[in-house]
């Protein structure tokens, strides 16, 4: 039996998009977690993990955030296939190598098989690169991985009786590396499969940056010198610190800057649109658009439906 777990913040948001989700991709047998969560999702994400371990039958934990859609049609028979190596202790559908933090996406991501969808800007879907493998780049592909995207983490059995997240990190980030990393030091593997999903999410890729912050430093003290490339880097870590800093400030800088060409674009097109609008030939050609607007006006005004009568009317007017 395949067991699905997912902590709940924002009903409305489980509603919307893990939900029906769930229901696409669970069996008749399958054991849904799903429970309102006012702490941490490490908390959240062990109290599943720990019912799920009293189940008997268990084949794979599925944890899914509440604004992530499972898509994928034969998402269980795909579990089953990938964990029929017992060497697999963790799956994802979004995983990375070359990771030394928990910035895991600047390292070399090697699948990504998921649709990011967004609410700002008229909202809008943006397809990771391997969501079509007719068109994914020649380094696309699947197996082993440093560490995985943590919206869609499935669980072998092993992981679910042995680990557990780290809930000295803090309330949400950096979760899903530490996880993988605790799998890979016991000896199991942290790869990557074909599962199709749609991750809900904001463009905003990190909405509490003192939060993120934090995890990032506690993951690299935890793991520095215990998994090789993890919190490593040129030089010493006073080194290393002083640079972070000196790469901040610049950022800053480039910001800046930014904001000011910007600014600087901005003005050129007003004075641009400006002096089309005192041109002779935009004052010439005034009457014509004024009378052009008019057409359009009188032609939306023509296909306008008509309402029909209010009931108890006599002859089209309005009771008295």
């Avoid at 749609?198 to 990190?206: D, P």
């Avoid at 909405?207 to 010198?225: F, L, P, R």
């Avoid at 800057?257 to 003005?267: D, K």
């Avoid at 439906?305 to 209010?310: S, W, Y």
Wanted: hydrophobic share 40%; charged share 25%; with cysteine.
């Amino acid at each position: 039996m395949i067991a699905f777990g997912t902590a709940i913040t924002k009903p409305d948001v489980f509603r919307a998009c893990a939900e029906p989700g769930l229901r696409r991709a669970t069996e008749e047998d399958s054991q849904i977690f799903a429970s309102e969560s006012s702490g941490s999702l490490f908390s959240a994400y062990n109290a599943i993990i720990d019912k799920a371990a009293a189940l008997d039958d268990l084949e794979a934990l599925v944890l899914v955030h509440q604004d992530a859609e499972i898509v994928d049609p034969d998402f269980c028979a795909k579990v089953r296939d990938v964990l029929s190596d017992p060497e697999v202790g963790v799956v994802g559908c979004v995983g990375a190598v070359g990771v030394r933090s928990i910035a895991w996406w600047e390292g070399s991501v090697t699948l990504a098989s998921f649709i990011h969808r967004y609410g700002e800007h008229g909202g809008g879907d943006l397809p990771a690169f391997s969501w079509a493998w007719d068109e994914a780049p020649p380094y696309a592909r699947l197996g082993e991985v440093d560490t995985l995207d943590g919206f869609l983490l499935v669980l072998s059995p092993w992981t679910v009786e042995n680990i557990r997240f780290d809930e000295s990190l803090g309330q949400l980030h950096g979760y899903d590396l530490d996880f993988c990393l605790q799998v890979r030091a016991a000896g199991r593997r942290v790869v990557t499969a074909d599962f199709r999903a749609i991750h809900n999410h904001s463009l905003t890729l990190v909405s509490d940056t003192e939060g993120w912050i934090d995890a990032h430093i506690k993951v690299a003290k935890k793991w520095d010198g215990r998994i090789p490339g993890i919190g490593a880097g040129a030089g010493t870590w006073r080194q290393r610190a002083l640079r972070a800093e000196a790469e901040r400030d610049a950022a800053r800088v480039v910001g800046y800057s930014n904001s000011l060409e910007t600014h600087a674009r901005v003005a050129e097109l007003e004075r641009a649109i400006e002096a089309a609008r005192e041109s002779i030939s935009w004052r010439m050609t005034a009457p014509l658009r004024t009378l052009n607007k008019s057409r359009r006006a009188a032609g939306r005004r023509a296909r306008r439906p008509v309402a029909p009568p209010l009931a108890g009317t006599h002859g089209g007017s309005r009771p008295q």
